[in-house]
């Protein structure tokens, strides 16, 4: 009788427990889905921190410089090169940019008078009778657009700013942040979850390296085939490709839209070659160029991350589905670490 009693008291611990563990993981990602914007903010902050905090501990550790004057080296290097980058181009792109507001719509009336009945009838014409007599509620419409614009504008701008000083305030002092955050961690733990903590910096900075060189790449690859071909505003089309190859998947679907657009006014055959283009740019990418780099950071399967940027998609919009990626990286080495390792294999040897 006492070891059934002893035995149902074991019992109904383990389920206080579970109800308990339950209750806390309900509670936190309740409370994440309700600040998950700013949890995107920080985590943006701390991928800024970490190329400038590898970039530093590089340059200190191959030279005799400290590493306080490695890092403001490199952030001077970055303003550097953006801001020649910024010089150098913003002018065409400027030009180019105005001049693709005015070719997309122009486009989109030609590909409206040829092929609007099989886009169920004439779409642009309704469109733009409505933008030259609009009613009252338009003009309620276009100014709260026009409103909503700025204010969007200005987050943007507040949010850039954020994520800049975060990421240099945490690239300065990581080990002061790192040692805050291991000191939440149970004593008996320490020692792994430090040896995480550098798991995980270590593959998101390659990540970002590999990233940023993805990007590079089909930019330059993108302006060359459209240069050939003589497709108008190459240098702006490839730059948007570039930007919106950091989101894969559906970044060079969205990036091919305005090139679609713009070749169309070229004929067909500039239709058909700019598909091809960015169908071969992305096939090489996705089974060449990303494998070789995913060899030094995670692979991360396509199906996953494809989970991932819908779900943050659909929670934070276009940050959570520029983010998913690195975050699923992220959870993939936690798991790794964490459940594979620790847990399976510590099982299977006992």
């Known amino acids: 009788?006492?070891?059934?009693?002893?035995?149902?008291?074991?019992?109904?611990?383990?389920?206080?427990?579970?109800?308990?563990?339950?209750?806390?993981?309900?509670?936190?990602?309740?409370?994440?889905?309700?600040?998950?914007?700013?949890?995107?903010?920080?985590?943006?902050?701390?991928?800024?921190?970490?190329?400038?905090?590898?970039?530093?501990?590089?340059?200190?550790?191959?030279?005799?410089?400290?590493?306080?004057?490695?890092?403001?080296?490199?952030?001077?290097?970055?303003?550097?090169?953006?801001?020649?980058?910024?010089?150098?181009?913003?002018?065409?792109?400027?030009e180019q940019s105005r001049q693709l507001l005015e070719e997309v719509p122009r486009a989109l009336k030609e590909l409206d008078d040829r092929y609007g009945s099989w886009l169920g009838g004439d779409v642009y014409k309704r469109v733009a009778e409505k933008i030259e007599n609009p009613g009252q509620d338009s003009v309620r419409s276009v100014l709260s657009g026009f409103f909503g614009a700025v204010s969007g504008t200005i987050g943007f701008l507040g949010s850039a700013l954020l994520i800049v000083v975060l990421g240099l305030y945490l690239a300065a002092r990581p080990q002061t942040y790192r040692n805050g955050a291991m000191a939440l961690v149970p004593l008996r733990h320490r020692g792994r979850a430090a040896k995480l903590s550098d798991d995980i910096a270590d593959k998101l900075l390659w990540w970002v390296i590999g990233k940023l060189i993805e990007m590079v790449l089909v930019g330059i690859v993108t302006f060359i085939g459209l240069w050939l071909w003589g497709i108008p505003l190459a240098v702006t089309l490839a730059l948007i490709a570039a930007a919106l190859a950091f989101i894969p998947t559906f970044g060079p679907i969205v990036a091919v839209v305005p090139a679609i657009l713009i070749a169309f006014g070229q004929g067909i055959e500039s239709v058909v070659y700019v598909a091809v283009l960015y169908f071969a740019i992305q096939s090489v990418e996705s089974y060449y160029v990303t494998p070789l780099i995913h060899q030094r950071t995670i692979s991360l399967p396509p199906a996953l991350t494809i989970i991932a940027q819908v779900v943050m998609g659909v929670f934070a919009g276009v940050m959570g589905l520029a983010l998913a990626t690195p975050l699923a990286a992220v959870v993939l080495v936690v798991v790794q670490k964490l459940y594979v390792e620790d847990t399976l294999k510590a099982k299977k040897t006992s």
């Not at 905090?53 to 030279?63: E, I, Y």
């Open 1 to 94: 009788m006492a070891e059934t009693s002893r035995t149902r008291t074991g019992s109904d611990s383990e389920t206080a427990r579970a109800i308990r563990t339950v209750a806390i993981v309900t509670l936190v990602l309740i409370i994440a889905v309700q600040i998950l914007d700013v949890l995107l903010l920080a985590f943006a902050g701390i991928l800024l921190a970490v190329i400038l905090s590898g970039a530093a501990n590089a340059v200190a550790g191959r030279t005799s410089i400290p590493r306080g004057a490695a890092l403001a080296g490199t952030v001077v290097a970055l303003v550097v090169i953006v801001g020649l980058g910024i010089w150098a181009l913003a002018p065409q792109v400027i």
